[in-house]
């Protein structure tokens, strides 16, 4: 799941992801259980010896391709893909990482931060353990960037759908979005790059 290939990254966007990502290597990783994939990647950075490692970028797992979105699909951009030529990508799915099972209906976050479904059904607790896992995976890896998929109420971070399930954006961000910033990743959206 970690991607390092060797495609040429965006050069503006590029150096600014590197000057962030280098900045914060070296953060320890915390001490609480992980889901599988989380625990899996963890291992690794452990493992690995850092100092012969790119600077980590956490990004959304559907962004590369990865098959994890509500509807069970993956939403692949070239841009984001073609980072790793430069940088260790850190795939994560919050929302997945939070327990929740591929497809899953879709949800919205209020401006209460809660996350709800159409009928109601209050996901937040998931939602909330998601972010905590991607926090957790930007921590062990020592990203201090975060690339993630646009409007999504984990991953959005410029506006998100209002929780009416009208279709109606505003600003605001996801759950784990805002849980990476405040631990302080800069988070990106796909859309920036
Ligand atoms: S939670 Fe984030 S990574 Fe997972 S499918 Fe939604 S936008 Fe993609």
């Known amino acids: 799941m970690t991607g390092a290939g060797r495609v040429a990254g965006s050069g503006r966007v590029g150096g600014r992801v590197g000057r962030v990502a280098g900045s914060v290597r070296g953060r320890r990783a915390g001490r609480t259980p992980l889901g599988s994939l989380s625990e899996s990647i963890i291992a690794w950075l452990r493992l690995a010896p850092m100092s012969d490692l790119a600077p ?15 509807r069970g699909r993956g939403n692949r951009s070239e ?11 850190i ?19 209020r401006s209460d931060g ?6 109601g059904e209050d996901l937040t607790e998931h939602y ?23 409007r999504s109420p984990s991953c959005g971070c410029h ?7 009208r279709g109606v954006l505003v600003k605001g961000e996801g759950v784990a979005a805002e849980a990476l910033r405040a631990a302080g990743v800069q988070v990106v959206s796909e859309e920036d790059l």
């Open 56 to 70: 980590a970028v956490v990004v959304s797992a559907c962004l590369l391709g990865v098959e994890c979105n509500h």
């Open 79 to 89: 841009a984001v893909a073609a980072l790793a030529g430069k940088y260790r990508l």
């Open 91 to 109: 795939p994560v799915c919050p929302e997945v990482a939070g327990g929740l099972p591929t497809p899953r209906p879709a949800a919205e976050r």
């Open 114 to 119: 809660k996350v709800l479904t159409a009928d």
């Open 128 to 150: 909330e353990r998601g972010a905590e896992q991607a926090v957790r995976l930007a921590r062990a890896s020592g990203a201090g960037m975060a690339v993630l998929k646009a």
């Open 159 to 165: 506006e998100i759908y209002d929780g009416s399930h």
